[in-house]
């Protein structure tokens, strides 16, 4: 396959003669300086272990979003030493504040997938692809807080017209392959991974055949997280394992209203339920195959809500999900603790029950909130359409409008309104905040009709 790369890449110009030429051929990188030397060490049977420089290293990661100066404080504040990221493609600004925080990174190398159209039989779209995948690496490869490679990010994930999961082109395996060939040849110091959507069995023992290359073996897990020793149990590869993506309960595993709408729990059961999945299959896992964890989403993500996935709002105000990575990653609690939202109702009624409103007629909704401290808490309501196009895998999803609410009366616990005068489906927030700038959240979709 290296070999067609390279034709296709005379064929469109880029003048690469040779595959050895491809590797050699100068490039505009970073300032020189000197890679940590990064690798997996042990084995299936006594366990594995990242060793960075010869010395053990524990991920506590997070997945990284508008990457900022407070965010990587606030990260290393909370015990964090870690981030990841989707591409390369905000790399220069990412590597800037992770060594200015004594932060490493797992380099994300996009990768096109068949979900989202990428075409694994076009080969001069592939060519293209390596080229660029290969620039990156030749840009980042020496920096000494790379920890690692993923290049792609979920390529397995496909469903055909029924909705099932489908196969994917096993050229998309070998694309990917050619790349962690390459990065093998030009960098020996950094492992290389790619990252599955779940830890689908029949997806891995289809796919590492054709990736003898790979070094670590990545899944992305949220409510399945429960099934990992299950998983662990099928998977007879022996190869190591890190879970790049984990966090809340997702979206397609929670329940729907009656009109298909999904129904995201408050912030203080996601907080409590991430924290259960922690200890019980992160922290204590007994397999000795998993050498690191990255939690979803240090940031800011608008999918199928605005707070589903966020731990942060775009403000920077964090729930309660990140004090419980701080206990996790440190031991104990930050000394200001987030709020917490245990439930939501609107007309006495709880998400599950689909909730009806008459135009224009006055309801109120309420949430069960308190503070870890007793500290005094503020409560902000806002109403907003539902996503008009639901993404896949993770797709860019446009934020829906905010919808004038019209308030009756308010309290820290509840908000009298009327009801939008045009039909449709809504979807109402509640925002809790301390004065110590930390949130709860919850929200409830609504249907006018």
Do not use: C
């Amino acid at each position: 396959m290296l070999g067609r790369i390279v034709v296709a890449l005379i064929a469109t110009g880029l003048a690469i003669a040779s595959s050895a030429a491809a590797f050699q051929a100068p490039i505009i990188g970073l300032p020189e300086r000197h890679a940590r030397h990064v690798e997996v060490v042990g084995d299936a049977q006594s366990g594995y272990a990242l060793h960075v420089n010869g010395h053990p290293y524990t991920v506590y990661g997070v997945g990284i979003g508008q990457p900022s100066d407070e965010r990587f404080a606030a990260l290393v504040k909370a015990g964090g030493n870690t981030v990841r990221t989707w591409s390369q493609y905000e790399a220069d600004k990412v590597f800037e504040l992770a060594e200015k925080h004594g932060v490493m990174v797992a380099l994300g190398l996009d990768f096109g997938q068949e979900l989202h159209g990428f075409d694994y039989d076009n080969e001069e779209a592939v060519a293209q692809q390596f080229a660029r995948t290969r620039e990156a690496v030749l840009r980042y490869k020496d920096h000494p807080n790379l920890l690692m490679y993923i290049v792609g990010n979920e390529l397995n994930l496909l469903f055909d017209d029924e909705g099932e999961v489908a196969p994917v082109n096993a050229k998309a395996y070998i694309a990917l392959n050619d790349v962690a060939e390459f990065i093998h040849q030009v960098d020996p110091h950094h492992p290389v991974s790619t990252a599955f959507a779940g830890y689908l069995t029949h997806h891995v023992d289809r796919a590492l055949p054709y990736l003898p290359n790979l070094d670590i073996l990545s899944v992305q897990l949220y409510g399945d997280l429960v099934r990992m020793p299950e998983f662990l149990a099928g998977d007879r590869s022996g190869i190591p394992i890190m879970i790049t993506e984990y966090g809340p309960i997702g979206h397609w595993e929670m329940p729907k209203t009656a009109w298909g709408r999904e129904i995201e729990e408050p912030s203080a059961l996601k907080a409590r339920g991430m924290a259960e999945r922690i200890d019980r299959f992160i922290a204590n896992d007994q397999s000795g195959r998993i050498i690191g964890n990255f939690a979803f989403y240090w940031g800011h993500k608008q999918e199928r809500t605005s707070t589903w996935y966020s731990m942060f709002t775009p403000e920077g105000r964090p729930d309660a999900r990140a004090d419980e990575l701080s206990r996790y990653w440190t031991g104990s609690y930050p000394a200001n603790r987030a709020p917490m939202i245990e439930w939501i109702t609107l007309a006495g009624k709880g998400p599950l029950e689909s909730v009806k409103l008459a135009p224009g007629a006055e309801y109120t909704a309420e949430i069960d909130l308190w503070d870890p401290e007793s500290d005094p808490l503020s409560t902000e309501w806002i109403l907003r359409r539902e996503v008009s196009e639901r993404s896949e895998g993770g797709g860019l999803e446009a934020a829906p409008p905010e919808v004038p609410l019209t308030v009756v009366g308010t309290t820290a616990r509840t908000v009298t309104f009327r009801a939008p005068i045009e039909s449709g489906e809504y979807r109402l927030f509640a925002t809790s905040s301390d004065p110590g700038q930390k949130i709860a959240t919850a929200n409830i979709p609504l249907m006018v009709e």
